[in-house]
Structure formats: structure tokens, C-alpha cells
């Protein structure tokens, strides 16, 4: 196939970091300039003998890198991230020329952002902070905006981008970070919030005081924590139109046991 005819640049991975035996980030650099917005997602493939298979990922990076940074779970049953998971530094992907999605921080309306994610679910929102950090930097910090992040894995060794996240909640006062742990009991030296994420919503909207009035919220990952969330902050007062989501993908239709 004639890549360079087509909608796709190779792009080669230039670093690798290994999370978890299924978690891992790797940075492309894209051949030429690749535009897009913090929360956008791109479009990785590889080429097999007779298809291309290719999937959607949030881009963890922020537009003023150069390389472009994914954060990937492995799926064994998948068609596409065994593969993924099979490349190393020097490997080439295909990836589409143009970036997509709407799931971008809304800045006009409300100051406050709520961001509630699962394990890779936090891509697009790592992209959100790592700009808004250097916009802080070269003092064009968007006056009063306000992030409250809740990031929810099974044990702690899954939150890939913990201590960066850490380290400027710390440093800023425009972050607020809360991990949990919904598996403890695997997990016996951690000693933050426990408990699934979409459960902890409503103990932090009280303590953080965000009001639907002046709080957007954006839910990213595991379809369930969104459907979840989704009716706890319609119950909370939120409408639909200040929410925003971003589902990873379709649980697998159960197939009935007949008896
Ligand atoms: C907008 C968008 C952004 C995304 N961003 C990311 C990202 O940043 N990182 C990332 O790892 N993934 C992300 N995904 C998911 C990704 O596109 C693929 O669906 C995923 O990597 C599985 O691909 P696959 O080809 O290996 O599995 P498939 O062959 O597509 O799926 C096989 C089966 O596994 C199920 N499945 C798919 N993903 C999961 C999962 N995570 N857990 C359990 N079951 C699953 C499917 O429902 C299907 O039944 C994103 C999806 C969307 C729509």
C-alpha cells in the first residue's frame, strides 16, 4: 500500500515505557506537523500482510511537544494493541494525517472542569494539564479555570502518569488530583481513596463544591464508569449538554446461556 498517496504518515516510536505487564506509553514522531487540540485523538494502525487495522487514541501529549505521546492498554482478545504492544523503539505505525474529537476542555462557558477517568482514560486529560501548566508558565493561564481530576484504576500500579500529576497538583493551585483504588485488597501498601471512581463523584462535587452552574464535566474510558457517571451527575443536577464523554469502546454483547 502506497502510504504516501493515502491519508496516513508512518510515524516511528522514538520511546517506549513499560506501565504494567498490559499498560505501556510510547512517543511517535510524526513525519511532518501534526495539528491538533489537548483531548483530541488520533488514528494509529499497523499494516499485516493483507489489512491495515487501525483504532482510535487519546493523545497524551500537549500541541507544544513535538512528539506525540499515547498512553495504550492491551486488549489479548484485541485485533490491533497486540500488535501495538509487539513495537519497540525504531518500529514504524501508520497513523492518519488529521486528528479528531471534540472531548477538549470548554473554556467559554464554565471555569470549572470536572475530569473523572479510568486507568488510559486520563490520556486526553494529561494533555489538558501539561498545556494549561505551560500556558501558566508563559502567563497565559486562562484566568480562574479550575481542574478537579478523580482517576480510578484497579491497583495504584496502573496510574501511569500518578507522580506527574503528583508533582503539579502540588505545585499549582489550578489542580486538584484524587486517585482510587477499587481492588485494595491486591494492593496492600497503597493508602490513598479507595473505592471505584464514578462512586466517589458525589463525596467530591460536595467537598470540592462544584455546582452544575459553573462545572463541566468530562467522563473518559470504561463504558461502564461512564453510563455510572453519567446518571450520578444528571441526578446531582448536571445536564447533558455540560457533559462531555469519551468512550473507549463497546463492552461485548453477552451472549445468553440457555438452559
Ligand atoms: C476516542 C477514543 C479514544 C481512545 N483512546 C484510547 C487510549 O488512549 N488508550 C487505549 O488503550 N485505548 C483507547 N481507545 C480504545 C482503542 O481505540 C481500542 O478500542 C482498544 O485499544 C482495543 O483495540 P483492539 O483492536 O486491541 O481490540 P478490538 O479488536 O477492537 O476489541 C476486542 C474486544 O475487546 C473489547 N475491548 C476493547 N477495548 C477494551 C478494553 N480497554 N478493556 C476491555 N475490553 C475491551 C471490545 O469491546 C471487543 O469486544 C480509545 C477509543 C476511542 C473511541
Redesign the pocket.
Known sequence: MDLAKEKFYRARIVWRKDIAADLWSIRVQPPAEFRFLPGQ?ATLGVLTADKH?E????I?SSPYESELE??????P??????A?HGLGVGDELTMRKLAK?R?TLDREVRRNHLLVCT???V?PFISYIRTLYRDAQENRFPEGHRLYLLEGASRSWEFGYGEELRRIADEVSWLKYVPTVSRPWEDRNWTGEVGRVDDLIRKYTHLWELAPATTSTYLCG?PKMIENGHGILLRGGWTKEQMKE???????ARVPVST
Open positions: 485523538y487495522i483504532r482510535p487514541y487519546s497524551v499515547f498512553f495504550l492498554e492491551l486488549v482478545s484485541g485485533e490491533l494493541t497486540p501495538l474529537g472531548f486507568v488510559t482514560g490520556a470504561h469519551e468512550i473507549y469502546f463497546v463492552p461485548k
